[in-house]
């Protein structure tokens, strides 16, 4: 049973305490636009633009486009759908950033009055604020009911049958939804529905207070509705929307995953899971690795779909499973998303060439040819003629794998590998796929053993063929590593239990001895 | 199809004409007689189409069967709606020589309806500050988006049939653009404009603005995809005067 914290997302409660208790006269304009124009200038203006446009020198390369303040249009209010965004909710994003976008949050790298300063200058991009105007008004909201497995079904029952939230975002909330492809930004720009089980991307804030109020005011400028009018309508309750809200949640782990440097394959007797889907993994821990777009070797990967796989990995006497889950809407190609597609090519023409066509989803992994001495290890980037990478590559369609040397993202030759079978599993906007491979390699000059005992060094690439992704432009990890657990030595089991009975003995003798002194001394 | 006439009237009383009258009512079908009428001369014209019109694209309702089947045939996005020759979905507005407002909008809501994952009217002219009521009759989720640039837009979900959302647009702004993100194809066009000298063509290609004083007056017309074009009307005491405009060819 997950009970949703109150974690920072409860800022916007403290914005509507503010004017509950009454905020201070001019706080509508306390910054200094003309200070704040300095500050935009160096640190805002490369992307958004000398005018405020959204259109600065960097913009090209982003999607979703950094924000246009010229139409005051702000995704993260506390205001109704259209209204204008209090200088709170300005600051909410100038501190924090948008984790769905390349936004960096502000808050440890510019001054608190130097953020103000900026807020009174953005605004002067739109004639939407005018000097003297009342500042908006947020909306009142009531408090989260209490979550249990029954609100929590019904706020399933609500996201699909009611609110057809899944209308995009799709049934599983992994943006899969039949409307996905289609959908564009107010500036025309193609936009994916949100990954519901990723909430630490989401633009406002992942805990359950500011979902709720990103239902009940909608992003502007996206397709995201305010879902108000339902409930002002008295179809639904606030409660049941606190409810949606609160599964909405339930999508997502309930801590952001941390990356763990060391991915450890327990060891087990016997058979190892015969796919992706095999129950033997459910119980497996999983380790997520965080990917980023890969922007350093043309074509490069401004605005990838992967941003993280979760690896899951299991061995036996002679082989190694591993199982990465990733989410993606599509299983490319995929015709459904050619509106989307060719959006895409009409926007970053200006990125590395034009994207030609939908591709496969691709996903490969690395580990050094040969073993690592301390810390050094292959160039991360598929490795280098001085310390080549064995990769495992898989793509989608035609679904099959190949094994070989890289020297290079762009310099990879197929070999016989050391046999390595996969199975692959696309379900509801995610990937699922298991890679077994044999301990011992046939020819370590092609590819390296296995041993347990020791970090592996393992990096990984992925890429989604439905936004033109081939085997260079995707996404990439850093390196982690992969530790095969040592079979447990039997001594392990026995000495415990030996220690345990020598302790009862002994504490028998020692209380006979007293007895036996006790009864002396007593006669 | 009873909903369709149903709101199909209200259109007609909301907009005062047969063809889709101004707002001021007086005088014509509407009835609502807020605005008194500045004078008795009528302008009344027709949009001709000359040529073959560009064929409208079909659209896809296989995800929406409660939409598709509201459709007879294959349904289609009447972009450019034209018959025998006349264009409908023109938006006819005076642009000058009217004499100064303000004009007071009527208190009385303007509709607008989701009907067969369809905007209907396509087109539709409201003043500055009249209300204007958008109703979803399907049976599933709209959202109702409005990306205005003189006005503040909104983005309304409305997952249940029958509901409604009313707005009011505050500055004049031809066009502010409707959209449904769930369904893509849906794009429907709201003029608001600051007085009640206004219409909309119909099937028929004609249009008829009531209510005006003598004098000249320049006339636009606004199509979504074949943009605007200007003509100059000069009523005179008796009262009423003629326009034509020709689009294609």
């Known amino acids: 049973m997950r009970r949703p914290s109150v974690g920072p997302g409860a800022w916007w409660l403290a914005a509507v305490t503010a004017v509950l208790i009454g905020a201070p006269p001019g706080a509508w304009a306390q910054g200094d636009a003309d200070a704040g124009k300095a500050v935009y200038d160096k640190w805002c203006a490369g992307c958004h633009g000398d005018n405020g446009g959204g259109d600065g020198v ?448 002994l504490g028998m003798v020692v209380v006979w001895q007293a007895q036996a002194a006790h009864r002396q001394s007593g006669s | 199809m009873r909903r369709l006439v149903a709101s199909a009237v209200v259109i007609m009383l909301a907009c005062g004409g047969d063809s889709g009258g101004g707002d001021t009512g007086g005088g014509t079908a509407g009835g609502e007689a807020t605005v008194a009428p500045l004078g008795s001369g009528t302008i009344t014209g027709v949009v001709n189409f000359t040529g073959t019109p560009p064929a409208n694209p079909s659209i896809d309702m296989s995800e929406e069967p409660a939409c598709a089947e509201h459709w007879a045939n294959a349904a289609v996005d009447p972009v450019v709606s034209v018959q025998d020759g006349k264009l409908a979905n023109v938006f006819i507005h005076v642009t000058a020589g009217l004499p100064a407002g303000p004009y007071p909008p009527p208190a009385t809501e303007a509709e607008i309806d989701q009907l067969g994952c369809l905007y209907s009217p396509r087109v539709i002219g409201v003043m500055v500050g009249r209300p204007l009521k958008i109703v979803n009759s399907d049976p599933l989720l709209h959202n109702v988006k409005a990306t205005p640039t003189e006005n503040r837009g909104f983005n309304r979900s409305q997952p249940r049939e029958g509901m409604s959302t009313t707005v009011t647009f505050n500055k004049p702004e031809v066009m502010v653009p409707l959209e449904c993100n769930v369904h893509g194809w849906m794009k429907g066009f709201v003029a608001v404009v600051p007085d009640p000298y206004f219409a909309t063509t119909g099937a028929d290609g004609t249009f008829s603005i009531g209510g005006l004083p003598p004098g000249t007056y320049t006339i636009e017309a606004w199509h979504e995809t074949l943009g605007t074009q200007t003509a100059e009307v000069t009523i005179a005491e008796d009262g009423s005067g003629s326009v034509e405009f020709t689009y294609g060819g």
Request: proline share 9%; aromatic share 8%; with cysteine.
């Open chain 1, 58 to 505: 960097a913009a090209a390369y982003m999607l979703p486009r950094p924000r246009d303040f010229t139409r005051a249009v702000y995704q993260i209010r506390t205001t109704a759908s259209g209204a204008l965004p209090t200088d709170d909710d300005l600051r909410h994003v100038i501190d924090n950033g948008m984790p769905g976008s390349t936004m960096p949050g502000w808050k440890s790298r510019l001054s608190a009055t130097q953020r103000d300063n900026v807020i009174a200058y953005l605004k002067t991009f739109s004639r939407f604020f005018e000097e003297g105007a009342p500042e908006p008004e947020p909306v009142s909201v009531g408090r989260p009911p209490k979550v249990t497995e029954e609100s929590l079904a019904e706020g399933r029952r609500l996201f699909i049958d009611e609110l057809q939230c899944n209308s995009c975002h799709g049934d599983a909330g992994r943006g899969n939804g039949t409307s996905a492809p289609t959908l564009t930004d107010d500036w025309g720009f193609p936009i994916r529905p949100a990954d519901l089980s990723r909430n630490w991307t989401f633009n406002g804030g992942g805990e359950v207070e500011d979902i709720f109020m990103r239902m009940r005011t909608g992003l502007d400028g996206t397709p995201m509705p305010s879902n108000w009018d339902i409930v002002e309508s008295e179809i639904i309750t606030e409660e049941q929307l606190w409810q949606v809200a609160q599964y909405v949640r339930s999508l997502s782990p309930e801590e952001v995953p941390r990356p763990q440097d060391v991915i450890r394959a327990s060891r087990l007797e016997g058979a190892l899971p015969d796919g992706p889907d095999a129950d033997a993994w459910t119980d497996v821990r999983r380790y997520y690795v965080p990917m980023v777009g890969q922007i350093t070797v043309a074509p490069r990967q401004f605005v990838p779909t992967v941003d993280g796989v979760w690896v899951q990995a299991v061995h036996n006497e002679t082989a190694l499973a591993m199982r990465i889950t990733w989410d993606d809407p599509t299983a490319s190609p995929d015709p459904e998303w050619d509106e989307y597609f060719q959006g895409l090519a009409q926007v970053l023409t200006d990125v590395d060439g034009p994207l030609e066509a939908q591709g496969p989803d691709r996903l490969a992994v690395q580990f050094p040819v040969q073993a690592t001495d301390g810390m050094e290890r292959p160039y991360f980037l598929g490795g280098d003629s001085r310390r080549p990478v064995y990769r495992i590559m898989w793509t989608s369609t035609p679904d099959g794998i190949v094994e070989g040397r890289g020297t290079g993202l762009t310099a990879f030759r197929s070999n016989a590998g050391a046999g390595a079978t996969h199975a692959a599993v696309f379900d509801d906007g995610q990937w699922r796929l298991q890679l077994t491979r044999p301990l011992v390699s046939p020819d370590t000059t092609l590819a390296p053993s296995l041993p347990s005992g020791e970090a592996i060094p393992m990096a990984f690439f992925a890429s989604d063929g439905t936004q033109g992704g081939g085997d260079v432009r995707g996404s990439v990890s850093a390196w982690y590593a992969i530790y095969l657990d040592v079979p447990t030595p039997r001594r392990v089991f026995v000495v415990p239990v030996v220690a345990a009975l020598l302790t009862v003995v």
